[in-house]
T-cell receptor, first 112, second 117 residues
C-alpha cells in the first residue's frame, strides 16, 4: 500500500526566504508525482507535474525534483511571498493509474 | 468549461436524508476521481472512472455511497441515509489520462462542503 509523507507538517518563514518542502513515498512504482496548493476553504490548485521519467520541473519561483528510486520529491520555493501562504500537498499516481495518493500536507506561512 | 465544476458548493442536510453531489469535468477528460477531505484530515480516495471501463470503487467507505458517470462526462456522487461522520468537503478531479498514458495532470474542482446536522 502506497504511503506518502510530507515534512515538515507546518512551516513559518519570513518573506524573501528560500524554502524546501519534502515529500516521500513508499512504493517507487509511480506513474507521476504532482504538487498542489490548497488555500483555506478552497479546492486544490495544481502547481507542477513530474512524470516518472523526469527528474525535475520548474514553474516561475517553483522547482520540483523527483528521485523515484529513493522515493523522494522536493518542492523548492524561491524568494517566498506572503501570497505563498497555503497548504502544499504532494500526490503520487499508482495502483494501475487509478489512484492519486496524497500526503497530509505542509502548512506554510510566509510572514511580512 | 474552463475547469472542473462542482455543485452545490455548500450543502446542509439532515441526518438520514439522501444527497447528490455533481461534478462536471473538463471537456475531453476521460479520467474522473472523487475524494473526500474531512476537517483536519488528508484527502481520502473514494472512486475513479476511466472512459468506459468499470470504475474503481475500492475507496467507497460503505454501501451508502455510490457514484455514476453518465455518457463519460458528468458524474454524480450519491450518499444515502447521511450520517454526521459524512460531513466533509467532497472534491472531484479530472485528467486527460487515457488507458495507456498516466502521465497527465489532474485538475480539481472547488469542492462541495457537506454538513450533516
Amino acid at each position: 500500500k502506497q504511503e506518502v509523507t510530507q515534512i515538515p507538517a507546518a512551516l513559518s518563514v519570513p518573506e524573501g526566504e528560500n524554502l524546501v518542502l519534502n515529500c516521500s513515498f513508499t512504493d517507487s512504482a509511480i506513474y507521476n508525482l504532482q504538487w498542489f496548493r490548497q488555500d483555506p476553504g478552497k479546492g486544490l490548485t495544481s502547481l507542477l507535474l513530474i512524470q516518472s521519467s523526469q527528474r525535475e520541473q520548474t514553474s516561475g519561483r517553483l522547482n520540483a525534483s523527483l528521485d523515484k528510486s529513493s522515493g523522494r520529491s522536493t518542492l523548492y520555493i524561491a524568494a517566498s511571498q506572503p501570497g505563498d501562504s497555503a497548504t502544499y500537498l504532494c500526490a503520487v499516481l499508482t495502483g494501475g493509474g487509478n489512484k492519486l495518493t496524497f500526503g497530509t500536507g505542509t502548512q506554510l506561512k510566509v510572514e511580512l | 468549461g474552463a475547469g472542473v465544476s462542482q455543485s452545490p458548493s455548500n450543502k446542509v442536510t439532515e441526518k438520514g436524508k439522501d444527497v447528490e453531489l455533481r461534478c462536471d469535468p473538463i471537456s475531453g477528460h476521460t479520467a474522473l476521481y472523487w475524494y473526500r477531505q474531512s476537517l483536519g484530515q488528508g484527502l481520502e480516495f473514494l472512486i475513479y472512472f476511466q472512459g468506459n471501463s468499470a470504475p474503481d470503487k475500492s475507496g467507497l467507505p460503505s454501501d451508502r455511497f455510490s457514484a455514476e458517470r453518465t455518457g463519460g462526462s458528468v458524474s454524480t456522487l450519491t450518499i444515502q441515509r447521511t450520517q454526521q461522520e459524512d460531513s466533509a468537503v467532497y472534491l472531484c478531479a479530472s485528467s486527460l489520462a487515457r488507458d495507456r498514458d498516466r502521465n497527465t495532470e489532474a485538475f480539481f474542482g472547488q469542492g462541495t462542503r457537506l454538513t450533516v446536522v
